[in-house]
């Protein structure tokens, strides 16, 4: 490294003299703008090296620890599944760290292919990528073919698989010798995998939203032919989702930005390696949905996975946002409403009226069935003004609503003051009155709702997820779970095919879509293409 010029009074030197000074100045300058780089990529590689190291240290405890004989097949091949998906996305997070591109001079990074072989069987459709122009630069007419590169690559439409052959002739002149023409191979999310991007979606879509475990849809295609390992599949996941790490980053940041949001959280046991059992770790949901008001902005939820339930989790999902959240009664929600957050809990009256229900199922008391009349009576009003714009919201609320509201408040208390507090139903009624005020919430504001069944419904896919695939196989595999389930189901919400929808954004990304234009590729931005 060179050694920083010394202070020098540029006045005082010869013309010569100063020039030669500046231009050691740029070059140290230049220097340093380099080794601050090159730092930063060593730190970025380092992080990414620990997290390599800690996976396969997971691995290898779950292939050789002594319990491993004893835990059942599908609890070793959840744990493989996603412990390689994992490895996978670190790989790929290491890659492009130390890519770059190949405009620069340097050279390009070898593809890892996969091993094996496409069925002859599988139908093979041609796609020729002809150059835009086959003449001959140094003017001799049209160059005549003297071969070609083709590639293979699997496949996947629903119900359906086939092989993609590219087929890349070469042109050379047979006058001259200016070299060998040939159309540039077209970009692909994995490099000399065999996957196209159509395959990749079909495996995100089958694990994330029709709940089918890995080793499972290896099962499936080894019966149509192709002999897919469960690992080959987890290291397409992983890459998938590293690369989809940008776009749902974006979908957060749209969120947060919302004025009013809904919140819940559910359970979603993970393996615990070494153990040979599970611990309960839970998936965070934040949605928005103003179609219940006609508000300008499209609906979306985003799932963060955390090893708890702890209220802090809450606080760090929320930071960067202010407003009203819907929510439970969940005490948890305390931390991210304490004075001065900018945070107003609005609760939910589904639940009060849950609670209720518990009691009238079991007890066929007449007091709950009384106070869920009440309610149903409230929701009938909501049902009537769903979809107006939130100042008729407001008006038909404070003319029909609030005098109900506050007539079921002053019977609340009547009750309380009938029933024991140690009772079941004396436990409901003081669950409402200790939310009391956060029912009220959707008296003063129309774009409010009267409950959190919006977080609540997208939450339930997960549920059915965890049922089938009884639970995820490592902490890093319940992020992926989070990360795809944010996609998959906000493009639900906006009635946008998942399949059509991963597959486009997939392809986008890698064709190289430029982050300057990265709401694109967010699920309402989706556009099908008419076949």
């Known amino acids: 490294m060179q050694a920083q010029p010394e202070a020098v009074d540029l006045k005082t030197l010869p013309e010569a003299h100063r020039a030669l000074f500046q231009e050691q ?32 240290e997971e691995l290898r405890r779950v292939i050789y620890d002594k319990r491993s004989e004893k835990r059942p097949l599908d609890d070793r091949q959840l744990a493989f599944e996603d412990l390689e998906g994992a490895v996978a996305e670190a790989g790929e997070a290491a890659a492009a760290a130390g890519a770059t591109e190949t405009s620069s001079g340097t050279r390009r990074r070898a ?43 699997l496949d996947i439409v629903p119900a359906k698989l086939r092989v993609i052959v590219t087929v890349r002739p070469k042109y050379a002149c047979r ?18 995998g065999l996957p196209t991007e159509g395959a990749l979606a079909q495996v995100l879509i089958s694990k994330y939203a029709d709940h089918l475990p890995l080793y499972r849809q290896s099962q499936s295609y080894a019966r149509s032919g192709v002999k897919l390992d ?51 770790g839970y998936l965070w949901a934040l949605a928005r949905d103003q179609r219940p008001w006609a508000g300008p902005d499209p609906p979306g939820v985003v799932f963060f996975y955390a090893p708890g339930r702890g209220g802090y989790h809450a606080k760090r999902f929320l930071e960067g946002f202010e407003g009203k959240l819907h929510v439970d009664g969940y005490a948890g929600y305390n931390v991210v409403a304490a004075p001065g957050k900018g945070v107003l809990r609005c609760y939910c009256w589904a639940h009060a009226r849950r609670k209720l229900c518990e009691v009238h199922d079991s007890h066929r008391s007449t007091i709950a069935a009384e ?51 140690k009772s079941r139903l004396g436990e409901k009624l003081a669950y409402i009155a200790n939310h009391w005020d956060g029912l009220q919430a959707f008296l003063a504001d129309g774009r409010v709702e009267m409950d959190n069944n919006v977080v609540e419904n997208a939450i339930r896919p997960l549920a059915l997820n965890r049922k089938n695939a009884l639970f995820a196989g490592h902490d890093e595999g319940a992020k ?21 929808y991963l597959k486009a954004t997939l392809e986008a990304i890698a064709k190289g879509h430029p982050a300057s234009e990265i709401d694109r590729l967010l699920p309402w931005a989706f556009t099908p293409i008419s076949s």
């Open 25 to 56: 100045q740029a070059a140290y300058d230049r220097e340093q703008q380099a080794n601050r780089e090159l730092r930063a990529r060593v730190a970025l590689l380092t992080d990414t090296n620990r997290r390599l190291e800690h996976l396969v």
């Open 175 to 192: 006058s001259c010798e200016q070299g060998v023409l040939q159309a540039a191979a077209p970009a692909h999310l994995i490099e000399g």
């Open 480 to 500: 992926a779970w989070a990360r795809i389930a944010s996609l998959v189901e906000t493009a639900k919400m906006n009635e946008v095919n998942p399949h059509a």
């Open 371 to 421: 106070g869920l009349r009440r309610i149903a009576a409230l929701y009938a009003i909501e049902k009537s003004i769903r979809g107006e714009p939130p100042e008729v919201r407001l008006a038909e609320r404070q003319a029909r609503t609030a005098p109900l509201v506050e007539d079921f408040g002053a019977w609340l208390r009547r009750q309380r003051a009938r029933v024991s507090p």
């Open 230 to 280: 469960r690992s080959t599949l987890a290291g397409w996941v992983g890459k998938a989702s590293f690369h989809l790490i940008p776009v749902v980053d974006r979908l957060i940041w749209h969120l947060k930005r919302s004025e009013h949001l809904f919140m819940d959280e559910t359970r979603a046991p993970v393996l615990d390696p070494g153990r040979g059992k599970t611990k309960t």
């Open 111 to 153: 593809p890892r292919r996969n091993l094996g072989h496409l069925p002859k069987g599988l139908e093979r459709i041609e796609r020729v990528i002809e150059p835009d122009s086959t003449q001959c630069p140094c003017g001799c007419g049209e160059m005549a073919r003297i071969g070609e590169d083709r590639t293979e690559r």
